[in-house]
């Protein structure tokens, strides 16, 4: 045994300034207790105008420091992680896990297939033995043409792997490399190669796409895989059976690159689908997946990432693996995540897709706090968590296991047996979706299940390198972004309101600590209410002539001033040092309120509804495409609005309502006849002036830009209409 046999794979370092945080926390908190002393000592007598309008921002308040106590928690004790892959390498290279890879997509449409295969060959082209290596698509579009682009991409891999390890490309998705890689120049016959590959690339994506425009598959093409023959049978993306091809069967002595190394097995799924059974959307796609691969490649981890999450960095297995293979802590670590990154963020980001501060910032905060959520994309798991195994302190990884797979069974053999596992009846009766693999019945499937494998014992790492791991496509439209948060918010707090909670889920099972950190995101949708309040109500009580707040010669304003300067000061601060701009984080906070008074009050709508057995749920999956005209406005950053959509109606009433209450205030400020007007209402004005100014693009969007992109009439009609009314009600 060498010496360094005993050295750790990772370790874990502290956040520096904490001392720091816990200071202004400590401010924060004081300066809360002033405010709430001031609401409690001030509020105004019964009959007097304004108690409830009082009480009610008094209980906005109280749930705001609610919520920031949660996020204090989370942010707490942060801690970066840090891996030893040459100390990996020297002590396993021989003895390295076999990996699957599950690679997710839904619609041929909205996730088009050139897009699927670049992930796939991305996660193909891994600096890993390629014969230890197992990907499998689950394509839940049932589309021909991703299985076409997946039939080429299974060809090109052939050269594609060897080019990559000639000329370390990096990253190793071709769309990706292709988009900024320079020709290299000096030796001829490298440039040579080099040019050649990137025409056959560009030959295979041409084809591909040509072949989707054209919406069939010639009889030329479909003579060259059996696979075609499937979907004869297929009805309908929802009617069909199980199509499971071996595209390429890693066991097979004639699966070799061009330079004769062996290639990763390769699978396209698609699970059988009835309208009769339930399919559960992404997660019985990865449970339908977790039983095909035990029984083709039964690697002992398991990665999944999203189609349009291609692989950045062509060393993340092993990083991954220096957790799960510590010799001290490995054991019990049941999952290491990698943060979700985006490629395509602009530089002021107006959507705020970039999840900076949660994913440099929360997630450590979490990982601190006892673990790392699951966020269903990018994640490492070992195969006994999504089994549902429990952790127990003698459990021992086995590195070596082997596949179900017995010697003489031939690829096709192999096939026919797999096909029974993504049967849509497999699991009628059957713990899957409740305590084996993925969980069903909610939104947010990741999360809840990520939960539930922590109370199980397991621990989870969360590990955010320089260089990160995945990158993926951001939401490049305002109503794609709300959308998105709509179904994070309901399905997150469907998880707090129902028996999985993590109070009850994770009572003595899970540290306090992580229990509430889950809040921070469980509690998104409730959020909603005490800010319509904040946005609504003193606007309108200002309107009416009803102060709120402490007069500006009070020496109680100094605690509203100095908590909400410092607050936001912070917020800054913390935005900045992620990488954002002030623009960008301008943008961050508009977002933050539409995403509270839309996003989060349609979510929480939606589950009291369903709750009440109303609507049905029904699965957005948010574009990854758009039309050139939409790109070139989100990299101008231009708002993009252009449907009328309820969400924008709410959005354009809020902005007026609270330009109709400024310019009211304003006048009656200028006008100067009632004495004290300002003393009185200072705070409120500019409450109400910091609201229009946040909502600048929105007064644009619905009078000064003439675009399509632009609100429709029918938005400013119906918004101009609500927001005179309330004024009109308030006033009379
Ligand atoms: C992605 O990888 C490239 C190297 O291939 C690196 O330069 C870049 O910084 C990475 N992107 C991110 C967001 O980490
Ligand atoms: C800035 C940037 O890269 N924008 C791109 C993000 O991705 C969408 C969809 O693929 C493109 O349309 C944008 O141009």
């Not at 896990?97 to 297939?113: H, K, N, Q």
């Amino acid at each position: 045994m060498a010496k360094d046999d005993n050295l750790p794979l990772f370790e874990t370092k502290l956040a520096k300034g904490r001392i720091l945080f816990q200071f202004y926390s400590l401010l924060i908190f004081v300066g809360t207790c002033f405010i709430f002393a001031y609401r409690l000592s001030h509020i105004p007598a019964i009959g007097e105008p304004g108690r409830w309008a009082w009480i009610g921002l008094f209980c906005s308040e109280l749930w705001f420091c609610f919520y920031w106590f949660v996020t204090t928690v989370v942010r707490w004790n942060p801690i970066y992680r840090n891996t030893f892959k040459d100390r990996l390498s020297h002590r396993y290279e021989k003895a390295l896990p076999g990996i699957d890879i599950f690679v997710c997509t839904a619609d041929p449409v909205i996730e088009p297939p050139v897009m699927v295969i670049n992930t796939i060959l991305s996660v193909m082209a891994y600096d890993y033995p390629p014969e230890k290596l197992n990907v499998y698509l689950s394509d839940d579009g049932a589309s021909e043409f991703t299985f076409y682009a997946m039939l080429e991409a299974s060809r090109f891999s052939k050269i594609w792997l060897p080019f990559c390890k000639k000329f370390k490309v990096e990253p190793r998705s071709p769309e990706a490399y292709f988009r900024t890689a320079v020709e290299p120049l000096g030796e001829p016959v490298m440039a040579k190669e080099w040019s050649t590959v990137k025409m056959l690339y560009e030959d295979m994506k041409n084809r591909i796409e040509s072949i989707t425009k054209l919406g069939r598959i010639s009889e030329e093409i479909s003579k060259e895989h059996k696979g075609f023959n499937e979907w004869i049978l297929v009805a309908s993306p929802r009617d069909h059976q199980t199509i499971l091809q071996i595209l390429i069967d890693g066991r097979d002595s004639e699966a070799v690159d061009i330079q004769g190394r062996p290639l990763p097995t390769l699978v396209y799924l698609a699970r059988e689908k009835r309208p009769q059974y339930h399919h559960h959307f992404k997660a019985g796609a990865m449970n339908a997946m977790i039983r095909v691969s035990s029984r083709i490649s039964n690697s002992s981890i398991i990665l999944n990432v999203d189609c349009d999450m291609y692989s950045n960095n062509s060393t993340s297995i092993r990083e991954a693996l220096c957790f799960f293979m510590d010799g001290e802590k490995g054991n019990e670590v049941g999952f290491v995540q990698f943060p979700q990154a985006f490629e395509n963020l602009t530089k002021n980001d107006v959507y705020s897709s970039s999840l900076n501060v949660i994913m440099e910032m929360e997630m450590p905060g979490y990982d601190g706090n006892g673990g790392s959520c699951y966020i269903g994309t990018g994640c490492f798991h070992r195969r006994e968590t999504l089994s549902g195994q429990k952790y127990s302190k003698n459990f021992k990884a086995d590195w070596k296991r082997l596949s179900n797979r017995s010697v003489k069974e031939s690829t096709s053999v192999l096939e026919e047996k797999c096909k029974v596992l993504a049967s849509s009846s497999y699991e009628e009766n059957s713990q899957w979706g409740k305590e084996m693999g993925l969980k069903y019945d909610c939104a947010v499937e990741d999360l809840l299940t990520g939960l539930s494998i922590q109370c199980r014992g397991w621990k989870s790492i969360y590990f955010n390198p320089e260089r990160k791991g995945f990158l993926g496509v951001a939401p490049i439209t305002l109503l794609q972004s709300l959308v998105q948060h709509k179904r994070w918010s309901e399905g997150d707090f469907h998880i707090f309101a129902s028996r999985n909670c993590p109070f009850v889920l994770g009572y003595k099972k899970i540290p306090l600590k992580l229990q509430l950190s889950y809040c921070i995101y469980l509690l998104w949708a409730p959020n909603c209410l005490t800010t319509l309040y904040y946005v609504i109500v003193p606007s309108l009580c200002l309107l009416r002539g009803i102060s709120l707040f402490p007069h500006i010669s009070s020496s109680w304003v100094l605690a509203f001033v100095f908590v909400i300067f410092l607050h936001r000061t912070y917020s800054l601060g913390e935005f900045i040092r992620f990488g954002g701009t002030f623009k960008g984080w301008w943008n961050d906070q508009r977002m933050w309120l539409y995403k509270r008074t839309t996003s989060y009050f349609f979510g929480l709508l939606d589950y009291i509804l369903k709750r009440l057995g109303f609507s049905k749920s029904a699965f957005v999956v948010t574009t990854k495409v758009a039309d050139d005209d939409v790109s070139q406005r989100y990299e101008q950053e231009v708002m993009e609005f252009g449907t009328s959509s309820p969400m924008f109606t709410i959005l354009a009433t809020l902005a007026l309502l609270n330009a109709f209450c400024f310019l009211g205030a304003l006048k009656r400020v200028i006008a100067n006849v009632e004495i004290l007007f300002w003393e009185r209402f200072a705070l409120q004005i500019l409450l109400c002036g910091l609201l229009v100014l946040i909502n600048l693009p929105v007064y644009q969007g619905l009078f000064f830009r003439k675009d399509v992109a632009s609100l429709p009439t029918s938005v400013t009609f119906k918004s101009t209409m609500f927001a005179l009314l309330a004024c009109a009600i308030t006033l009379y």
